[in-house]
C-alpha cells in the first residue's frame, strides 16, 4: 500500500502554531481527590490529525453543493467556553459560532480553494490551538484534474496520488492536467521527485512531460502542491504525491503460496494477492482456468491495486485451478497459477448413535461431515445436558469427538452440539441416545 502525505500551502493567512495554554483548578484536600485536567482545545480523530501541533481538519471541495463540517472540542464537557479565531482565517465560506455545548462547529461551503491556517482561541484560560484546512476544487469546468483518464491519478482524501515513477526510467504525461484552466503552472509547497519538471505553463491539451526520475533515497514518497490559474484569473490548487520506485521486475506473491484456501459451500471465503517490484496502478484479472462459482476479483482498499482480492461465497465444492495475471501502469505483466480447494459444507450427523445400557461401558464417536479437517466439538449450552455417566473425550485429531463415560440413567436423550473446522467454520446439530435399563 502506498503512503499518502500531505503538503502543506501556507497562502496570506497567518500560521499561528500555540500549545494549549493549561488552568488548573482547585479542589479539597481531602483524600482521593483528583483535579479536573488542564482545559485545552483538543484535536479528535474523528475530525482531525495532529501534525507537529497543527491539527489538519478534513479538507473540504468548493465544488456545490458541498456542505462542510468539522468538529472543534475540548477537554472538559462542564465548562462552555467561547470560540473565536485568533490569528489567521477560515477557509471563505466557512463559518463557527462562538459558542456550542462544549464545543463549536465549522461549517458551510467553502467558495475558494487554498490551505487556510488559523488558530481558535477559547475563552477558559485563553487556551488555544492551530488549526489547518485544505479547500480543493473538483468537479468543477475549470479545474486541475486528477482522474485515471486524464493523468492515471487517483483522489485519495484530496490529495491526488498519480502513478509511480520508476528510477532512471521515463516519467511521460502524468503531471497535472486541466480541464478550461490555462496560465501558469507553479509547485507551491513540497517538492518533485529529482529530475521529474513541472513547465511553467500549460502545453496543447494540458500534456505536462515529467522526465526521468533519479536514483532515490530510502524516502520515496514526494508530496507536492500546485497552484495553477482558472479561466477568470482565479488560483487553482491541488495537492499531489508521487511515489518513485525502484527499477525492479513485477512479480506475483501471495500469502501461503500458490496453494489458496481452503475454503467451504456457504462459507464467506476472502484472500488478497500481493506483488513486488513494477509501479502501481496495477491491475489483476483471471489470464486461464476458472475461479470457484460464487467467488470474483474485487479491489480489497487502495483503488490502485485493482482486484487483487478473491472474495464472496463458494457455491460449488471441488479443486479450483486459475492463473492470475498482474499489469502495471508501464505495461509490465506477471502470471502466476494458484489452485483453491472448496469444501463441501460443514455438518453434523443427526442419525442416532448406538444404544447404551446403564451400567456398561460406553464409547461412540460424533460424526461431522464437510468443512476442512480437524474438529472441535461443544456442547451447545450445557455439559450437563449430556446423559447422566458420559462425558466428551478426544480421539486426535479431533477434540472432544467421542461421546464416553458409563452411563447411570435410562431414556432417551437430545442434546445440541456445535462442531467447528480448521478455518473456523462452525455448524450446529441435535445428537439423540437412548439408554437402556
Known amino acids: 500500500m502506498r503512503r499518502i502525505m500531505k503538503a502543506a500551502l501556507t497562502l496570506a493567512a497567518t500560521v499561528t502554531t500555540a500549545a494549549a495554554l493549561a488552568g488548573t483548578a482547585a479542589g479539597p484536600a481531602s483524600a482521593g481527590y483528583k483535579p479536573p485536567p488542564p482545559f485545552a482545545l483538543t484535536c479528535p480523530a474523528a475530525d482531525g490529525t495532529l501534525e507537529n501541533g ?8 468548493t465544488t456545490a453543493p458541498n456542505s462542510y463540517t468539522a468538529t472543534i472540542t475540548d477537554n472538559v464537557p462542564a465548562d462552555k467556553p467561547t470560540f473565536a479565531v485568533a490569528a489567521g482565517s477560515l477557509p471563505p465560506g466557512l463559518t463557527m459560532p462562538a459558542q456550542s455545548g462544549s464545543g ?26 492551530a488549526y489547518e484546512i485544505t479547500i480543493t476544487v473538483q468537479g468543477a469546468p475549470d479545474q486541475l484534474l486528477c482522474t485515471p483518464a486524464s493523468n492515471g491519478g487517483v483522489l485519495e482524501s484530496g490529495v491526488c496520488v498519480l502513478p509511480d515513477a520508476v528510477a532512471g526510467l521515463s516519467y511521460q504525461g502524468h503531471l497535472p492536467t486541466s480541464h478550461n484552466a490555462g496560465g501558469t503552472l507553479s509547485v507551491v509547497a513540497g517538492a518533485l521527485p529529482a529530475g521529474l519538471t513541472l513547465p511553467a505553463t500549460f502545453g496543447a491539451g494540458g500534456d505536462i512531460a515529467g522526465g526521468t526520475p533519479a536514483q ?54 476472502a484472500q488478497n494477492f500481493f ?41 460449488a465444492a471441488g479443486t479450483y485451478t486459475f492463473t492470475m495475471k498482474l499489469t502495471d501502469y ?33 464409547s461412540h464417536d460424533l460424526v461431522a461431515q464437510g468443512g476442512a479437517p480437524p474438529y472441535s466439538w461443544f456442547v451447545v449450552t450445557n455439559i450437563n445436558e449430556l446423559p447422566p455417566g458420559l462425558t466428551l473425550g478426544t480421539t486426535a485429531p479431533d477434540f472432544n469427538n467421542v461421546l464416553t463415560g458409563t452411563p447411570t440413567k435410562a431414556g432417551t436423550f437430545s442434546f445440541p452440539m456445535q462442531v467447528q473446522d480448521s478455518q473456523d467454520n462452525t455448524a450446529t446439530g441435535t445428537v439423540t441416545i437412548t439408554i437402556n435399563p
Open 216 to 269: 532515490q533515497d530510502a524516502s520515496n514518497f514526494y508530496d507536492f502542491t500546485v497552484q495553477g490559474t482558472g479561466d477568470q484569473g482565479q488560483p487553482l490548487y491541488q495537492a499531489y504525491s508521487i511515489t518513485v520506485d525502484p527499477d525492479q521486475p513485477l512479480a506475483i506473491n501471495a500469502s501461503g503460496g500458490t496453494d489458496l484456501g481452503p475454503g467451504m459451500v456457504g462459507g464467506a471465503f
Open 104 to 129: 463549536t462547529i465549522i461549517t458551510g461551503n467553502p467558495t475558494k480553494a487554498g490551505v487556510y491556517d488559523f488558530t481558535i482561541k477559547a475563552s477558559v484560560n485563553s487556551a488555544t490551538q
Open 54 to 61: 497543527v491539527c489538519v481538519l478534513p479538507p473540504g471541495q
Open 330 to 362: 508501464d505495461g509490465q505483466q506477471a502470471t502466476q497459477q494458484f489452485s483453491l480447494i472448496i469444501d463441501p459444507p460443514l455438518q453434523i450427523s443427526t442419525t442416532p448413535l448406538a444404544t447404551g445400557t446403564v451400567g456398561v461401558r460406553y
Open 275 to 315: 506483488l513486488s517490484g513494477g509501479a502501481a496502478p496495477y491491475i489483476w484479472s483471471v489470464a486461464a482456468g476458472q475461479l470457484p462459482p460464487g467467488l470474483s476479483l474485487q479491489t480489497f482498499s487502495d483503488p490502485r491495486d485493482a482486484n487483487d482480492e478473491l472474495i464472496g461465497t463458494p457455491t
